[in-house]
């Protein structure tokens, strides 16, 4: 098992005043040769939207979009009929495939919304444009790796059109989860907030480490920390 560390304050940054963006792989104005994404794995950007701020329309396709929110709501539309509001405990995912326009908004005037924005390749190109939502409460997360996102949708997961599997845990301080990377496979670790030991490294919120070979996986949390897990096919 080997990880390479992506350190918080390593990456790209972006602020536009109503917009606070960490990137840890390329993306927009922020160009790294050596952070283009991992895998499949394309951008995972951390974002912070002011009081009724926001995305407005804009397009996207070949890509499956995921919304994971941490503090506050982010209001969808879409010219496909969608909308909804994204809360904390939502993961919604949008294959933006033959071509979407959407926008994204902080639903409230008073407080912020903090989320993170993560783009995965697709398996194929043109696919039928469509959106998924789902909810996992605390307990589901608690003290467990629980299963939010994959290719076929299993245990109530949404459906990721790529190998990838996505888990989220929440851990107290002093507790731990193991998991297996495959042979063939990687991983890519995101510390959403505070600290956990990883196979002897320490990461923090905001860090993210690749997992370039397989084997045994322990997370042990230094702090309450939440922890999205991604495992995905080489």
């Given at each position: ?8 304050d ?16 390329s ?47 982010l ?22 495939g ?41 307990d589901?997360?608690r ?27 929440l ?33 923090k ?30």
């Open positions: 098992m080997a990880l390479a560390l992506r350190k918080s390593e990456r790209g940054k972006a602020n536009f005043g109503w917009l606070d963006s960490k990137h840890s792989f993306f927009g104005h922020y160009h790294d040769p050596k952070h283009m994404g991992f895998g499949p794995l394309r951008v995972i950007n951390e974002d912070r939207v002011a009081p009724g701020g926001g995305f407005p329309t804009h397009p996207h396709s070949d890509m499956e979009i995921i919304s994971y929110v941490l503090e506050g709501a209001e969808h539309k879409d010219n496909i009929g969608t909308g909804s509001v994204i809360r904390p405990g939502d993961i919604q995912r949008m294959t933006a033959s071509g979407v326009r959407h926008s994204e908004f902080n639903a409230s005037k008073t407080a912020p919304v903090h989320f993170l924005q993560i783009w995965v390749i697709p398996e194929k190109k043109g696919l039928k444009p469509s959106y998924e939502q789902k909810s996992f409460s605390d589901d997360k003290g467990k790796l629980r299963l939010i996102g994959s290719r076929d949708g299993r245990d109530g997961s949404v459906t990721i059109h790529q190998d990838v599997d996505l888990y989220a845990t851990l107290t301080a002093g507790e731990a989860v193991a998991h297996t990377i495959a042979e063939g496979r990687g991983g890519w670790i995101q510390v959403v907030r505070g600290a956990v030991g990883v196979n002897g490294s320490t990461l919120a905001g860090d993210g480490a690749a997992i370039t070979h397989s084997g045994a996986l322990s997370l042990e949390a230094t702090a309450d920390t939440e922890v999205l897990l991604f495992d995905m096919g080489a």
